[in-house]
């Protein structure tokens, strides 16, 4: 039963106004095309969660989809910071931005509770620190075997997760390489899952490398294909990370007048991803593919009849 | 340097830029027959000698990557990268603008998820070094990158913790580079990201044993002006001071009065094969070192 | 710095009278070769840790070298009991032999928080069972958010893990694919690790395919080169499980005597593995190899410079 | 059967002739127009025959794994089959003597670590219905397989829990298999491996609720005589009697007085589709079946 469907379908099914929504990927595979798409339907009121709120979210916050945010570190990562989301936070411009924060290791704790059923996930951080004081869901306890106290994080469970990969078939069995981040503990955490991918696949080649898979069919609800679908962050072996555009969005994201124009051309003034290439222009998309392959090799798994 | 949260070279990333020189501020160092330096370089030698001996290194994005890629080429050969996004082992072709960035992947040892880097390399143990930067720093090395003002209601939003939190109180030991400035080596810290040695020493030292932290806490800070370890009491104490730079400076720019060892050592100036390999192997753009 | 040596050497370094050892690999992958060699030494007093003690610490048991198993199931998978242990269990026959049990979750649990560094894992397990009855260290604990109580676990660190695997470079970054069972968690778990490989590799082998890598060389003490060491286990795409040893070991184990006699032929009688995969024989060998090649096929990671 | 532990036909793995008739117990069944055929392929088909509609199933190796590979041919062509060695959409080639065969392996869809298993499939609510078998069961389903006779001095000591405990608190819901005896189904069992109906609905479902539990316990028990499902109260009800299977048969091979429903049902005799399945596709050498 094919799953695959277009991002503007996957986005007015699965994402509601008032949800709590993960676009995941630690600087890798980071799904801008979904989160553009989000900001076309004009989504309300999400609860934003994200280790790395990064660009997307800053330009998500700056069109008004959010009202919250779930994370762990506030940047625009090797550049500064994220001037729509600090305009909220710091001046409530044009409105308050509730903020949750935890640490990297919080988050990922958070979504592993999450996608396990467990009340919550303990860790040995946030000792001596005031990250629990200005957090009152970090809390301490105490482990039933001997006098040592850890700390505990509650689970996250996303009403939605969009993961950005390399391929999936169909249905959804979803394979990626490279940096992993916590994409897989927020898709099993997740009550619904979108899946937008590079390049979709043959089931065959899935079972091929069954340990390549990262998360199964099972808990997805909609693929889309959608190449580039990551651009300004990068996929491993496709595309690299466009640092112009990260170090671009500082001047834009600095004022809300560049940041509402740079909206209205990339995101409003574009139907979707293809046309947002398009935009780009092949050369810049050309610049931005791997200067050589470096493949895997293969393994053999054998045939046992 | 023009915005705070620019300080804070921490683990998660930070800008390049922020926790080295400010832009026109040349160091003036000249050791006998060395070429000039800025304080960056400075900055960047000193933090990689200091790796000397190091086997595993959880790398910062910034003046610590390029310190630790140093270190590789010089003092230590063995030195594993570890990357909180999930590399182990990386052979970066070139200094990546985030630490997420595909060339640390292709040809590492391991790539792994975070779930996995966090619980089994760093909360287990593994990470003999992390490097935090900082908006903020107090003398017992106490870090703060979270917030200026009031957490409620801050004058600058700082990028928050990261990973910060968790390798201050798990890796071995902790390795802290920024530069000087009364705004940031302050005596009192707005916000606790990282801990330190706490209250002093002793307290610390205690705190740690009882709660089972795998780390000691931090060991070196080093700056644009000198380098500093901890003293007995858990404070920073001005082991070295770089060449060029004066104790005024140091003392203008520290917002308590510091510890200073005697005999006070002079950093000895980068060797001209550390500053090649700075610009024509790991920075020939001069991104982190002008 | 290469850190490749005989089976020999690495059991007399690294496992020592008295120690906590965990040969583990669920079904897949287990080392009987590094069980055999610890037989061969006449070790003593060892408490065996395991998922499923399975006929290779039948074996270790029978041979006198363990005092404690802690394990979750205890059986022959498909065949029945494991009649040493049981001789020992129910009628102390040499011996008592002490058991800590679990459940394979608990097990999983155990491995991880060692892995981890934490005190205790939770679990949502155990629940109206008499096993924490059974086993006082299976523990109530109370989550700090809301009403609820899970069960936690106490962490497991092995003194050795010694694993069996695919392949490894000399360093010991080891790579494996088929059922990862729980020795990636076991390996990090323990205090010293036994890497015992059907092939040694380049380094450039696992470069190539860094996502493969269950655990690097730097958590390994010794890599041991050792082609068919898992018999009558298997190593995916190399050799087929021995089914019919595990079936004819039922016989041979159910009594003392010619379990005994089975160890002086195939354990004390041979120096080695070598020796071992030679008297069983080169038709039998070839008869578990499997019918055909299923390759994984290769990804690219892309060369970014 | 031999022994008391080759009953437990759990996913943790059993002995294949165990749970199924001892040899020459060839079935006497015999329905209109059916080929003979034996006990265990009506355990077989009428376990296949419950599965119509689940999609994902835990599955245990043994009788569970045939009837699994039945209903996928037969009532359930979705059925997606986990092990929990750690192969999800496993496809075999073969019926593996253990759950950990590399057949199981090779063209599955994925293949995780036994951590990511049990937390996030199995504890995360994915597993539709858990196979469990055991060597006692009592009128509310809860099963031992760990001892016979006090656990610290057993007569008999059985498997264990494997992952039978986590399967009956954390799968949607339960199948039983296992053959009758009075040895086997008891007033009260030894030792309580795996939570069932504890001591009957209104608690259990109360316990469930509270604690959590993600699963609803038991909801089949197929025997070699006929299939039980739970009544209001949490006991075991006859709801269907396996052709040429007496209620003296059953009386006599249960040891407390079971509900029978009325009217009782005749299970219907395997199809010849079925049994040519079993024989030509499944089992040809009929090491389940015989």
Known sequence: ?305 | MSEPRGTAASAAGAAPGAAGAAPGAVGSGLAQGAAAFSKSEMMIVAAARELAGQRVCFVGVGLPNIAVNLARLTVAPELELVYESGAYGAKPARLPLSIGDPTIVTGATAVVSMFELFSFYLQGGLVDVGFLGAAQIDRFGNINSTVIGEYEHPKTRLPGSGGACEIAINARQVFVIMRQSKRSFVERIDFRTSPGNLGGAEAAARIRREEGWLGRGPSVVVTDLGIYHFDDAGEMRLDSIHPGATLEQIRETIGWEPGVAEPLATTPAPTPEELRLIREQLDPEGAYTK
Not at chain 1, 85 to 110: C, K, T
Not at chain 1, 159 to 187: F, P, S, Y
Not at chain 1, 225 to 251: C, I, K, L, M, T
Not at chain 1, 288 to 294: C, D, I, Q, T, V
């Open chain 1, 1 to 305: 039963m094919s799953k695959v469907t277009s991002m503007r379908d996957a986005v007015a099914a699965f994402v509601h106004d008032g949800d709590v929504v993960a676009i995941e990927g630690f600087t890798h595979l980071i799904c801008f095309a979904a989160g553009h798409e989000i900001i076309r339907q004009r989504k309300r009121d999400l609860t934003l969660a994200r280790l790395t709120p990064d660009l997307i979210y800053d330009q998500m916050v700056a069109a008004g989809t959010a009202r919250k945010l779930v994370f762990s570190w506030l940047g625009n990562p090797g550049v500064g910071g994220l001037h729509a989301i600090r305009r909220r936070v710091e001046d409530a411009d044009p409105a308050p931005l509730e903020l949750e924060e935890y640490s990297h290791f919080g988050m990922v704790g958070r979504y592993t509770a999450g996608a396990s059923n467990l009340p919550f996930f303990p860790l040995r951080s946030y000792f001596e620190t005031d990250l629990p004081k200005a957090n009152p869901l970090i809390r301490p306890i105490r482990s039933p075997f001997g006098e040592e106290t850890v700390y505990a994080v509650p689970p996250l469970k996303p009403d939605v997760t969009i993961v950005h990969a390399q391929r999936a078939d169909a249905d959804g069995n979803t394979q990626m390489w490279g940096l992993l981040g916590c994409q897989k503990e927020a898709a099993f955490a997740a009550d619904r899952v979108i899946v937008v991918v590079e390049e979709l696949v043959e089931e065959s080649v899935i079972r091929a490398d069954p340990n390549r898979t990262v998360f199964p069919g099972l808990i997805v609800d909609a693929v889309v294909v959608e190449p580039f679908g990551a651009h300004p962050s990068y996929v491993q072996g496709a595309y690299d990370r466009d640092n112009r555009f990260y170090r671009d969005w500082d001047a834009i994201a600095r004022e809300a007048s560049t940041t509402q124009a740079w909206l209205d051309e990339w995101v409003y003034g574009v139907t979707g991803r293809a046309e947002y290439v398009e935009k780009l222009g092949a050369e810049r998309v050309a610049g931005l593919r791997p200067s050589g392959e470096a493949p895997s090799g293969s393994v053999d798994y054998g045939v046992y009849k």
